[in-house]
């Protein structure tokens, strides 16, 4: 039975953080990737030659030196240290996987709720807009939006901030469908309860019903697409950096540093497995820990899971 958010005891929500498994491994997880990554951008970017943007002909494609800091990961075929490159793609990747959740959460959220809870014309015409907008070819849909959108942005954020700006504004803008169909799906179910049917012969307000009874219903769906939307941004830039029109060298991102090192890791004669190896694995733990907190998350705000436990 749905349960009103305002009946969960808020003293009693750090106590259930704490007690959820997952949402603390994933947490502690992630807080370190993004930690060590914030915490040594200032020194990988004033490192010079041997982290980011020069080349340095002794060290190319040097295999991982655990006594060296810099090499820890070995260097690339510039002779960059993939350490620092890394320790930078991830911050990159992490803010345009954050920034695109974020338009993509508010988005679909904002159509689901009014289309299922409207219904009607609305219902009707959202869905089929939405309909249309997934008929579309995802990818003409970036270009499209990267041809309309950098060269405006170019004037106040130059060449690199407009690409970025760019970058997670048509991940977001193509992304909230799903989310949107979801949600109308959860508030066509919710609509129907009896506790809604109660707020409505009461005369509570729309909007009361919207803040206080339908929304803490859907704190479950939200989280948990709102964190796995994270790291679909992230392989969708990856996929766009490997088709060029994505994230532009010389700047790094998990993504764009796997795909430079697929061939030469799989060269079978002399494979640099450490150019694919440390990148992906990045990648795929920072994915893990982002959905481990999504299922924390549900499993401690979801009031329909509060309700089976009272």
């Given amino acids: 039975m749905p349960l009103d958010f305002a009946d969960v005891a808020p003293d009693g929500t750090w106590s259930r953080l704490m007690k959820s498994g997952r949402l603390v491994v ?21 490192a010079g030659p041997l982290f980011f943007d020069g080349q340095n002909s002794a060290i190319k494609l040097e295999a991982p030196v655990l006594s060296s800091f810099a090499r820890g990961f070995g260097t ?19 803010g345009i996987g954050l920034a695109a959740a974020t338009i993509s959460v508010v988005l679909g959220v904002t159509v689901g709720l009014v289309s299922g809870y409207r219904g009607g014309w609305v219902d009707s015409l959202l869905m089929r807009s939405v309909d249309v907008l997934y008929g579309l070819p995802y990818i003409l849909l970036v270009v499209l939006f990267k041809i309309a959108l950098e060269p405006p942005l170019r004037v106040p954020f130059g060449p690199t901030g407009a690409n970025l700006v760019v970058l997670f504004l048509s991940i977001g803008l193509v992304s909230w469908l799903t989310m949107a169909r979801v949600i109308r799906g959860q508030v066509l179910s919710l609509r129907s309860q009896p506790f809604i049917e109660a707020c409505r012969a009461a005369g509570i307000p729309q909007s009361r019903i919207f803040w206080r009874h339908l929304l803490p219903n ?17 392989l969708q830039e990856s996929f766009l950096s490997f ?9 790094p991102t998990w993504g764009s540093l796997a795909s430079e090192g697929l061939l030469l890791a799989l060269n079978p004669v002399n494979g640099y497995w450490w150019l694919l190896a440390f990148p992906c ?29 009272v």
Wanted: positive net charge.
């Fill in 26 to 46: 994933g947490a502690a997880v992630l807080l370190l990737i993004v930690g060590t990554c914030l915490a040594t951008l200032p020194m990988t970017l004033r």
């Fill in 76 to 94: 690339d075929v510039l002779g960059r240290s993939l350490l620092g490159r890394c320790l930078i793609g991830g911050v990159i990747s992490l």
């Fill in 281 to 309: 694995i990045l990648l795929a733990v920072t994915l893990l820990a982002l959905n481990f907190v999504g299922d924390g998350l549900r499993d401690v705000f979801d009031p329909k899971r509060e309700a089976a436990k």
């Fill in 218 to 234: 859907l704190i479950g769906p939200i989280t948990v697409y709102a964190t796995l939307t994270v790291p679909q941004a992230i």
């Fill in 243 to 251: 088709l060029g029109i994505g994230i532009q060298p010389p700047m």
